[in-house]
Structure formats: structure tokens, C-alpha cells
């Protein structure tokens, strides 16, 4: 069994610039849930998919959007990056929303500057 | 909204001392409360988890959290630790459609 991958591992982006992160869920996985993480924080929900449809979203700005694809792999694609975007961006996958066995990707980790 | 409290930021403990790590969350009814850590390099995984039933639970690598409801706490122990325990420690609970609201965590630093 596959776990959670999430690609690029690092990344360093310009303010201004927009930003796309990827996910492949775990074998058998079909929700996917996507963290930001700020230095010395706990991780933060930004929204979860579950085939395809976005199914809840957090604290948020719009500029934070995202897409879950037929293998249930997700993008998470943030515009117009801002300094306070710099973060460690965590994905998780579970077999629906009401199973609570997420399995976390190690993350990428954004830098803004 | 909830919200999850860890008071602990750092704890610094020596080899074979004994943990505890304070988890609060803020209102009650039916809570579903996690611990997971993070081990430097290493992805978030699950030390343990309460739905129902036994207050005390058991998790892995010899971890154990009480749910003491009318205190809102879900406190993690240990009772021996070791430099191998040198990690982030996260408390967390679900709420409507955020599925983990997760506490700021506790660095825990094992010293020989």
C-alpha cells in the first residue's frame, strides 16, 4: 500500500506569483484534504475534496482554490502568493469524510519571497 | 468555533522521565479527539485516537491520552521516554466539515 506523495518537495516563489501543489492520495483513498502549516503552528484546514467536489473549506481566501482529479490525486493552486504564504502545505487522504484514517504526505514546503 | 489549547510550546525532558502533555478543546457534546506526532523529517502520523467508550486509551510506541469531559481535556502520556520521542506532538478534533482542528502543538526534546 502506497501512502500519501506530494510534490515539489521545496519550492521558492516570488511575491505575486501563483503556485500549483500536488497530491497522489493512498491506494483506495477517494477524499483528500489539504493543510498550511506556519512555522511554530499547528497545521490549518484550507478545504477537503471528496470525488471531485469540494466538500468544505476553512479559513480561506478565494485565492486558495483547488481541484481533485478521477484518481482522486488533488491540486492545490495558490494566486497571487503573499509573504505569509510561505509555509509547509500538508496533504491527507481517507476512504470518505467520516473515516477518520487520514494518512499525511511529508509536504511541500513553500517559500515566498 | 472549536479550538484546541496546548499549553506546553517546549518540554524538555531527560531519558526514562515521565510525560504528560496538556490537550484542551473548547466545547463539548460528541468529541472525537486525536494525537499525532511529527518526528523531525517525517510526516504527521496517528499516536492515538478517542471516539467512545474507555476513557483511557492506548496508542502506539507505549503512548496513552485520558478524556476527562468535564475538564474538555485529552491529556497524552507517557511513562517512560526516550531519545527516540524527540518530536511535535499534536492534539486534534474534528468539527462539522473541518476534519481535524489541530492545537499548535508541543516540541518535545529528549536528552540523554
Known sequence: ETGVTQSPTHLIKTRGQQVTLRCSSQSGHNTVSWYQQALGQGPQFIFQYYREEENGRGNFPPRFSGLQFPNYSSELNVNALELDDSALYLCASSQGTANYGYTFGSGTRLTVV | ?112
Open chain 2, 1 to 112: 468555533a472549536q479550538s484546541v489549547s496546548q499549553h506546553n510550546h517546549h518540554v524538555i525532558l531527560s531519558e526514562a522521565a515521565s510525560l504528560e502533555l496538556g490537550c484542551n478543546y473548547s466545547y463539548g457534546g460528541t468529541v472525537n479527539l486525536f494525537w499525532y506526532v511529527q518526528y523531525p523529517g517525517q510526516h504527521l502520523q496517528l499516536l492515538l485516537k478517542y471516539f467512545s467508550g474507555d476513557p483511557l486509551v492506548k496508542g502506539i510506541k507505549g503512548f496513552e491520552a485520558e478524556f476527562i469531559k468535564s475538564k474538555f481535556s485529552f491529556n497524552l502520556r507517557k511513562p517512560s521516554v526516550q531519545w527516540s520521542d524527540t518530536a511535535e506532538y499534536f492534539c486534534a478534533v474534528p468539527e462539522g466539515n473541518t476534519p481535524l482542528v489541530f492545537g499548535k502543538g508541543t516540541r518535545l526534546s529528549v536528552i540523554a
